[in-house]
């Protein structure tokens, strides 16, 4: 009884907390919206290509000075020769729990002359999506009421400057209705996420004590074309090697060497095939050794998810998908292995009478809660050499051409571990009502592809990890003519807001 009571309490307090805040922002936003957008609009100037370390700092910079106007006290984390990460701090007296908020300032390469902007930092404002007819149209008068399908046009509108816009909005919005803080707040934005956030365990670790949190909440990413709010508990891990198999010195004439010259092509066809079968199963042993089960919540949410695998086989032109019955959200949370490219000799009009020099491929393993990526590699070339093949980590010698019949050179590159914060949780089903009570029923994702920032603080800092993505599906994300659909800013406002004013667990202690 007294658990109960207990559950009771907290869902109590998680619903009213969650509903003082959302309407905290709502009403703030809907009298400040030219205000915000005016705010966005000159971070969104800022160029940030992130080959541009001085840019990048300028953005850091500004970002440090948008949360510092908030009463947040910030410092920039520096790491020998990578853009600053913006650290800010905003403690609440009293409190027993600690949230990080993950956002990154950033942006993917861009190409100006693809952009019907005519510039990836000329932020433009159209009346709709440019496919839908949009035409440009100035900003609104301040009081004047926005269309939420207005579109705001310029790189990093989606990824991933809103939510660098959307957290100062929301907490302005709480200080200025006076809704307290639950929660000792902290704010995490790098410089190096579409770079694949290289430096970030670095970071991570020489900082561990003051980067200690309860919980993570990555602002990242797009919702699903239904616009129904997401969250997403976990990322899939990633492994990626370059596969390279020898035959003579030198293309040889196939008319007089077929039948007796090795062909590498022929012996890197039979090596694929025998690392899956036609259903996606990978036949490596030991593959699914250590994956880590689903939990009854996850599976929950997995059956109650909307399908569109239907729509999807339709526009892909698809007659059948991998593993029969299973469906794309069945799949993304079972590890998969992908031939990601072959090369070997020429097609087409190039082709010619030749046995090739070499043959080679580019492979990639996605993982799942369990795996590790050193391990799997490990059973990746062990099968290689079981298949017959000297295994090399380096170009051939001669020698070794001489000696051995079948040589395969195997270039392992950088990867990630993969991540699934459990459903089950207390925090995760606090997070969960909290966002239900502002945005309805929402979405449960278990797992999504790889994100190597979220696999990066889960494996150092052991810490709970939520994604919340805010974007809509149609953001061009990395790609020209990038936007943000305005309703889905003001709803992530919302969003974050319910998050920043998440209650503690009732109760003593955590």
Not at 146 to 156: F, G, I, N, V
Not at 315 to 343: D, K
Not at 454 to 477: T, Y
Request: charged share 20%.
């Amino acid at each position: 009884m007294a658990l109960l009571a207990l559950l009771v309490a907290t869902a109590w307090s998680v619903q009213a907390a969650s509903y003082e805040a959302a309407q905290a922002a709502r009403h703030w936003r809907e009298t400040h919206e030219r205000a915000i957008l005016d705010e966005f609009v000159d971070l969104l100037r800022l160029p940030n290509p992130p080959q541009d370390p001085v840019a990048l700092r300028r953005n850091a910079e500004a970002v440090s000075a948008m949360l510092e106007r908030r009463g947040v006290r910030t410092r920039l984390l520096e790491t020998s020769n990578a853009p600053p990460i913006v650290y800010g701090e905003l403690a609440s007296p009293g409190a027993r729990q600690t949230i990080t908020f993950y956002a990154h300032y950033d942006g993917y390469p861009a190409e100006p002359e693809r952009w019907y902007t005519r510039g990836p930092y000329r932020p433009v404002l159209m009346s709709t999506a440019l496919e839908a007819g949009g035409q440009p149209i100035p900003l609104p008068n301040p009081g004047w009421p926005t269309d939420p399908e207005w579109r705001l046009y310029a790189r990093s509108a989606a990824d991933d400057k809103v939510a660098i816009i959307a957290m100062a909005s929301a907490l302005e919005a709480l200080r200025a209705r006076q809704v307290p803080l639950q929660a000792n707040v902290k704010f995490f934005i790098e410089g190096e996420a579409e770079s694949g956030s290289p430096r970030l365990e670095q970071v991570l670790r020489a900082h561990r004590q003051i980067l200690e949190s309860d919980l993570w909440l990555f602002v990242d990413g797009a919702l699903p074309s239904n616009r129904q709010q997401q969250l997403i508990f976990g990322a899939r891990g990633f492994l990626a090697l370059e596969l390279t198999v020898y035959g003579p010195r030198q293309e040889l004439d196939s008319g007089r060497f077929s039948n007796w010259s090795p062909n590498p092509a022929h012996q890197l066809v039979r090596l694929l095939a025998s690392v899956r079968d036609d259903s996606g199963k990978v036949l490596i042993d030991g593959f699914y050794q250590g994956v880590a089960p689903l939990g009854k919540a996850e599976l929950e949410a997995i059956a109650q998810a909307p399908s569109y695998d239907q729509t999807l086989k339709q526009e892909l032109g698809l007659a059948e998908t991998e593993g029969g019955a299973r469906t794309l959200a069945e799949a993304m949370n079972q590890p998969a292995l992908n031939v990601r490219g072959i090369a070997a000799g020429a097609v087409g009009a190039g082709a010619a009478s030749r046995i090739p020099a070499v043959a080679r491929a580019s492979l990639e393993v996605h993982l799942v809660k369990g795996m590790d990526q050193r391990t799997t590699a490990a059973r990746l070339i062990d099968h290689i050499r079981k298949q017959g093949f000297y295994v090399t980590e380096a170009e051939p010698s001669e020698g070794l051409r001489r000696s051995y019949a079948r040589i395969c050179r195997v270039e392992q590159k950088a990867g990630v571990n993969p991540v699934r914060t459990p459903m089950e949780l207390e925090v995760s089903q606090r997070v969960i009502a909290a966002v239900e009570q502002a945005r309805g029923p929402i979405l449960k994702v278990p797992t999504t592809g790889p994100v190597p920032a979220v696999s990066a603080v889960a494996g150092v800092l052991e810490a709970p990890v939520i994604l919340v993505p805010i974007a809509n599906h149609d953001g061009n994300q990395h790609s020209h003519n990038e936007n943000l659909r305005l309703q889905n800013l003001w709803d992530g406002i919302e969003v974050l807001a319910v998050l920043m004013a998440l209650p503690e667990p009732a109760g003593p202690g955590r």
